[in-house]
């Protein structure tokens, strides 16, 4: 994604002079190297350290240009969180805040660099906006959105490299603030946001053997949330799925819930979130996922039984 | 710049100090030693250093009395705007919010101002921008970070003031850090370029700042008193956050008077 990201960046860049990059010592991958190449002046390291890179990028912004900070999830959003906070949202700027190898992107690197509370911290602070692409191509029109259309702060969530695309087949446009259905069934509903997609195509696939057709919803605005379209949700279906690679608390699996009670959902909602616990341990990220309940295996077994109980 | 230039400064920020004085009767509670501190430094950038295209950000938010009774003098900002200062449905609270009229930058937590004025100077490399902090604002990381990137960024169109009354709130900072001190020498060693003056005069803050050789970013540590120049305030750690009574009052007001 992280490719994805600096190429569709940069393409924007060459129309826009207003576009800025502002780093905190990262390594530059693939086109990210041809901004800096290309736009010297627009595009700063500040090395490490994240508090001047996003009071740098609210500055930029009080003076009309469109600025990207741009560093691992953890150190864009914890970091420096008042600066985030005071600046950028008290402030209401249009500054995007890409984080990126988010969630348990970062497997091998221990619990330190690990976001499972991102998104929740986020969505407390107004004004700000959250995207999460399921996939490089939905990346390409958020990163779009963040160029053209943005007048407020954005966390940009995106994962790091090798992800594939899923949403190709969708019918409907990628949209700011809208669920945007993927694939369409009859029986389940599965919502989910980010990379971790896969596992909710993994799971149709494998229910869809057992004659349980499921649509898949990405969720990628998870602030502001698309509430009408959960309504329809909850009218049409009545089993909803969550996946999120994210904290039990404060992510979609809130969302949702609160929602249903305040609609008076009568169905079934299965969640598979990260449990409120750091993760300390080590592997891929699949090794990661699975400590915390989230593997292919159990996610089938649980939706399974659930459906047949 | 003529001396009398320097006399009408001298009158003014007697002015200024009665103004503040005359909120203080209004509100329970206000930063009346930082803001009597600043005085000098803030005229000085609204009256006689900055252009058409400059701007300032107040850092040290807490005085942002000073930069109202500014605005007003400029006539930014109404009477009646300026004495909302802290009341019910006011237009104007302690620190100053961005969107206001002439302020450029919400401020009030410190260690944010420098950060988003590295943003501002590099956006427009014409303007001149003009930043205020405190001393005890530089116990913050956040300013040395923004302190290295604009020295490592040659950014020379900022103009920092460090008001070194040496008090916060409750000490001294030659108590908590001693060793904040050579300030000047820190922040020439991150690649700026300093000077040292008296805060309350007007002339020294003028001729350091403009005799720069603005070819680095700029940090004048200006010497000060906190409750300057009252003289049951000045020095006084409690005057950082107190409103002075009517008797307070009277002796304050007939002290400046005699200036």
Known sequence: ?309 | MKKNKFIDAHLRCKSHRKEILKLSQNVQALHIGGSFSSVEIVDSIYNILMKKNDKFVLSKGHAGMIQYILLYYKKLISKNSLYSYCQKNGYLGVHPDYGKVGINASTGSLGHGLGMVSGMALAKKNSIYYVVLSDGELHEGSVWESALTIGALNLKNIVAIVDNNDLQSSTRATDTHPNLYPIDKKFSEFGWETAKCNGHSSQEIYEKITKRKKNKPFMLIAKTVKGYPVSFMKDIPMWHYRSPNKEEYEQAMSEIDKL
């Open chain 1, 1 to 309: 994604m992280r490719n994805t990201f600096a190429e569709q960046l940069y393409q924007n860049a060459i129309r826009d002079k207003d576009i800025y990059v502002v780093v905190a010592d990262i390594s530059i991958a693939g086109s990210m190297v041809n901004f800096q190449k290309k736009h010297p002046n627009r595009f700063i390291n500040v090395g490490v350290a994240e508090m001047s890179m996003i009071g740098m990028c609210a500055g930029l912004a009080l003076e009309g240009k469109k600025p990207f900070a741009y560093t691992i999830a953890n150190f864009t959003l914890y970091r420096p969180f008042e600066m985030v906070r005071n600046d950028l949202c008290y402030q209401n700027l249009p500054v995007t805040i890409v984080g990126m190898g988010a969630g348990t992107t970062y497997a091998n690197l221990g619990g330190t660099h690990i976001t499972q509370e991102d998104i929740s911290i986020a969505r407390s602070i107004p004004n700000m906006s959250i995207i999460a692409p399921a996939d490089p191509d939905e990346l390409k029109s958020a990163v779009d959105y963040c160029c053209n259309k943005s007048k407020s702060p954005v966390y940009l969530r995106i994962g790091k490299s090798g992800e594939k695309n899923f949403t190709l087949l969708s019918r409907e446009k990628w949209k700011f603030g809208k669920i945007r259905k993927i694939i369409n069934g009859n029986d389940i509903c599965i919502l989910t946001y980010g990379n971790i997609i896969r596992k909710a195509f993994k799971v149709a696939e494998k229910l869809k053997g057992k004659s349980a057709s499921c649509s898949i919803y990405s969720c990628s605005t998870l602030k502001p949330f698309d509430y009408k379209r959960l309504i329809e949700i909850f009218k049409e279906y009545k089993t909803i799925v969550i996946i999120e690679d994210h904290s039990i608390i404060g992510g979609l699996n809130s969302i949702v819930k609160i929602s249903a009670f305040d609609n008076k959902f009568k169905g079934k909602i299965i969640s598979f979130a990260l449990k409120d616990k750091f993760l300390n341990n080590y592997g891929g990220q699949d090794d990661l996922l699975d400590s915390h309940g989230l593997s292919d295996k159990r996610i089938f077994n649980k939706i399974y039984s659930d459906i047949n109980g």
